[in-house]
Every structure is written in structure tokens, then in C-alpha cells.
């Protein structure tokens, strides 16, 4: 592994960003880590260091993400491995979800990347290397989860534009992969990392139950484990030619060979209907 690498990792005060975050430091690695909240990030983390800059930023804001990827830049020299980890799980069907917290979700899940990878996109440009990792979720490539439709919309963009960036970024020895983690055994679905609709109708019986599930059942008996996660994610950084799409956990797995064995059913099943089209 080249522990001279510098890595920059979004939404790092607690799950997979945390455990990423203190594994990259126990291996000799250095790290920029971003938290809204400096002094939990501290707390939770360490103060700062000759290899630790912790650093608060406001991910969607342009000049707060600048600034953050500048004094990276300044601090280290240089920007290697940009993680994106931030966002939150956002419950709710489409009917109960406002506007408000539609946009919210897409804001913090969708833009900010979009926001860190806009800033750092020039630094990497100009060393001709680098690597982007977007954090999804298997969730990004399945919406068969009543309640989750909007975060699954935001994690399905996070897919699109992590494809059209590997293309995009190729030309300058830039690699991006989008991850897609199954359930982890983090505090993802606590406190502030889920987020519950304002307004909740009765009559989506399926939706309560699968909100139930999530926040009663599944919650501290995920199947995967984090640290395993943060391995896999610093290996896959070490790669020469990374994978586009990567799964991670077991359960991710299964889903996302589910989803492709139905797609795959559906559209050979309507084919002469799909192909009727043409002049």
C-alpha cells in the first residue's frame, strides 16, 4: 500500500467516514477529514497533526468546499483519494415527503459531491492522478424500498454521474468508482443520519412497517462490519485499474445480482414491444 498517498474523506465524525478516517491514520496514511460539526470531528478523531488536518466544511456550500480542498492542497502538498461519505438517510414516501425535504436530501446526498469533486477535479487535473470514490448505496441500484424512494433517487444520481465522470476524468489518469455498501453496523440509522417525513399519511401501512424494521429491528444487527468496509475501501485505492461499480457486504451483493437477474427477465420479456419503435 502507498501510505504517501493524501485522502480526503467527507462526513467523517461518525459511520463508515469515522472508521475509514481512523484506520487511514493507523496505517500511516495522510487524511483530510470534513465534519459540518469541527468539534465532534475532533472528539472523535483527534486533533490535528502532521498527518490529520481535521477540517469543518459546509458541503453545500461552493466557497466552504473550496477552502476545504485548498487547505488540503496547502497542508499535504497535494490531494490523492477524494472520498465522498456525506449524507443521510432521508424515510418517507413520495406522497408524505415535502419539497423541503426532497431538496434537502438531493442538496446534501447529490450536490455536495458534486460540489467536492467540482473543487478538487482541477488539483487532480494537474497532477494527472487521482482517484474519486463516491459513497451510494445499494440502495442507488434498487428502489425496491417502500419509504426510501427519495433517498434511493439520490443514490441512484450518484451512480449516473459517477459513470459519466469515470469517462470524463479517464483522460487525465483519473479513476472514480461509486460504492454501494449494504447495512453496515454503524449508527447510519440513528439520530441524525436518518431523518423521518414531517408528515406521515396512515394509510401507508408498508412503508410504517418497513420504517419500523429499519429503526427497531435492523438497527445493531447489520450484517457488515465497518472495518472490513474501511479495508476494502483502501484496497480498492491501491488498485492500478479499480472497478467502476463496486458492492460492499454480502446482502449488497445478493441484492444487486437480484435486481440485475429481474431487469434482465423484464426486458427480454418486452422486447418485441421495446424494439417495435424503429423507422
Known sequence: ?????????????????LTLVKRLLNEGYSVAATSRNLSELKSAVGSENASFLPLEMDLINEA????????TAD??????????NAGYGQLGTLEELTDEESRKNFDTNVFGSLNVIRKAMPY???????HIINIASIGGLS?????????????????????????????F???????????????????????????????????RDVQAAHEKEINGNQPGDPEK????????????????HLVLGSDA?????????ALQTEISDFKTLSTSTDY
Open 124 to 130: 487532480l487535473r494537474e497532477q494527472k492522478s487521482g
Open 64 to 71: 466552504s468546499v473550496a477552502e476545504s480542498i485548498k487547505k
Open 1 to 17: 500500500m502507498d501510505t504517501q498517498k493524501v485522502w480526503f474523506v467527507t462526513g467523517a465524525s461518525k459511520g463508515l467516514g
Open 253 to 261: 451483493f445478493q441484492m444487486a445480482n437480484n435486481k440485475l437477474s
Open 143 to 171: 428502489g425496491d424500498f417502500p419509504g426510501w424512494g427519495i433517498y434511493c433517487a439520490t443514490k441512484f444520481a450518484v451512480v449516473g454521474f459517477t459513470e459519466s465522470l469515470a469517462v470524463e476524468a479517464k483522460e
Open 75 to 84: 497542508h499535504f502538498g497535494k490531494i490523492d483519494i477524494i472520498v465522498n
Open 229 to 244: 468496509a474501511a479495508k476494502a475501501m483502501i484496497e480498492l485505492a491501491a488498485m492500478e485499474n479499480p472497478p467502476v
Open 173 to 207: 489518469g483519473i479513476n472514480a468508482t461509486v460504492i454501494y455498501p449494504g447495512y453496515f453496523r454503524t449508527d447510519f440509522l440513528t439520530g441524525g443520519s436518518l431523518r423521518t417525513p414531517e408528515n406521515e399519511i396512515d394509510a401507508y401501512k408498508t412503508a
